[in-house]
């Protein structure tokens, strides 16, 4: 199974701030993927890049941005957070046609 | 756009009772994933099914393909607590190695 690490696990954060979502892998997987997840819900893509300096958005449509520096990080930004961003965020990168999902974020906008 | 579908929504069950989640797609899928979510967790790959018509089987766990490849079943024999979670499929989405997944099927078993 694929390492996968998301930092923080757990943030409750007041509106305004600017927040980053870390994500790497140790696989050296080129696609990695950004997921929404309300709880209990199905999983949005809002994010996806097939390799270092590709990013594209997802289906849904999201204020956050995306970097790809290197294959192994694929960090989510949210500029100023508002309580509409309280969610899960989950990381995920692809070998073959199998996605490998991180532990998640769990984010409170208060 | 893209929908799937599945059905039903929730499911409860007494352990060892069957179980059987349901996926529709409005559109035919060159292929459909399985992943489960245990309470808390992330979601884990079960399976990949290609072909028309395709079974698959898992231990209790038999996965299954419509002949017109719109729909699949995940029928789960003998249901255990540890088969508690939510049950997503997920065909293919825009982006030519994305995912589209289903609203999902939460299961819970009592002991």
């Known amino acids: 199974e694929a390492d996968i690490y998301q930092t923080p696990r757990y943030l409750v954060i007041g509106t305004g701030k600017k927040i980053t979502l870390e994500c790497s892998q140790t696989?050296?997987?080129?696609?990695m993927y950004w997921y929404q997840q309300d709880p209990g819900m199905e999983l949005h893509l809002i994010h996806y890049?097939?390799?270092?300096?590709?990013?594209e958005k997802g289906d849904l449509s999201s204020e956050s941005t995306v970097s790809r520096i290197r294959t192994e990080h694929f960090p989510l930004t949210l500029e100023s957070a508002r309580p509409s961003h309280t969610s899960q965020y989950l990381c995920a990168s692809m070998r073959g046609y199998e996605q490998y999902f991180g532990p998640g974020t769990r984010l409170t906008v208060t | 756009g893209q929908q799937v579908m599945q059905i039903p929504q929730y499911q409860h069950v007494q352990e060892g009772e069957d179980f059987t989640t349901y996926c529709n797609s409005s559109t035919t899928l060159s292929n459909i994933q399985w992943y489960k979510q245990r309470p808390g967790g992330h979601p884990v790959f079960l399976i990949q099914?290609?072909?028309?018509?395709e079974v698959k089987k898992q231990k209790r766990l038999t996965f299954q393909f419509g002949e017109a490849k719109k729909n699949s079943a995940l029928p789960i024999t003998a249901t255990q607590t540890t088969d508690v979670g939510t049950y997503f499929c997920?065909?293919?989405?825009?982006?030519?190695?994305?995912?589209?997944f289903g609203t999902g099927t939460r299961l819970t078993v009592i002991p």
């Open positions: 997920a065909g293919p989405g825009t982006g030519a190695n994305n995912l589209f």
């Open positions: 696989m050296g997987h080129d696609k």
């Open positions: 890049s097939y390799g270092v300096n590709s990013t």
């Open positions: 099914l290609v072909k028309s018509g």
